[in-house]
């Protein structure tokens, strides 16, 4: 008998970690090309919290990565006033979500058009942006 219920325990845990095994490879499946979003966020701002759970929701589709970018710091407030000389045509504010060549600004923009622009670069992916150096050694100017 205690053969017999050893054997079955482990049959029934082998078949557990298949299942779970399964579950995971499906939640997140690692084919085709990359898609990077890259938030820029103050932890002030109540929209960029809306926001931010809607990014953490993208780290479960397949093939999209995220990068979060809090301007509160100085060295990353640099690079979003550079970018925003770069690419703004009016005056950046957060939350600000890049993906590939598009620049959404706002909750509401974002919301309304984040998933179109993830689903038209499926087949080709989007790029992490260039976002300059990261990390102690970065050298921007400082927020005035």
Not at 13 to 40: D, Q, R, S
Not at 93 to 103: C, F, K, R, Y
Not at 120 to 140: D, F, N, Q, V
Request: aromatic fraction near 8%.
């Amino acid at each position: 008998m205690k053969l017999r219920s050893k054997y079955f325990l482990l049959l029934t845990l082998g078949a557990m970690l298949n299942v779970t095994h399964g579950i995971l490879a499906y939640a997140a499946p690692a084919t085709g090309p990359t898609v990077w979003v890259v938030l820029f966020y103050s932890p002030d701002c109540p929209q960029c919290e809306a926001i931010s759970d809607v990014v953490t929701m993208l780290r479960m589709e397949p093939n999209v990565r995220t990068r979060r970018v809090n301007i509160e710091k100085d060295t990353n407030y640099a690079l979003y006033k550079a970018l925003e000389g770069l690419h703004g045509s009016e005056p950046f504010a957060v939350p600000l979500l890049i993906v590939g060549e598009h620049i959404l600004i706002g909750g509401e923009q974002i919301r309304n058009k984040l998933h179109r622009i993830l689903e038209s670069y499926r087949s080709t992916g989007a790029e992490l942006p260039y976002l300059g150096p990261w990390g102690a050694k970065a050298t921007h100017s400082r927020r005035k």
